[in-house]
């Protein structure tokens, strides 16, 4: 089975767009997370390499509430997960 999920670079960069396309900053959609106030700087700079699932979650979830909530259609970060049959 392959698993295949964003990394932190891919993440970061879906924060950035998103954030714009809801016309808020990174730091209010880590406000609306629930996150503390500079995590989301840290993890933007590159200060904090990478984030728990749990957070990176979420961040999603507050963008996909504020998306809805605004009409405003955004994609979200892809998680992929292929079976493979085993060889016989």
């Known amino acids: 089975m392959q698993t295949t999920l964003p990394s932190s670079d ?3 960069k879906w924060i950035d767009e998103v954030s714009g ?3 808020i900053s990174g730091w209010k959609l ?8 500079n ?3 840290k993890f933007m700079s590159g200060a904090q390499k990478d ?4 957070t990176a979650r979420k961040i999603v979830d507050a963008a996909l509430l504020l998306a809805t909530k605004d009409g405003v259609s955004i994609s979200c970060p892809a998680v992929v997960f292929k079976v493979e049959a085993a060889a016989q």
Do not use: I, K
């Open 21 to 23: 396309q809801l016309g």
């Open 10 to 12: 891919e993440f970061r």
């Open 51 to 54: 984030m728990t699932l749990t």
């Open 39 to 41: 995590a989301m700087n």
């Open 30 to 37: 880590s406000q609306l997370a629930g996150m503390p106030n």
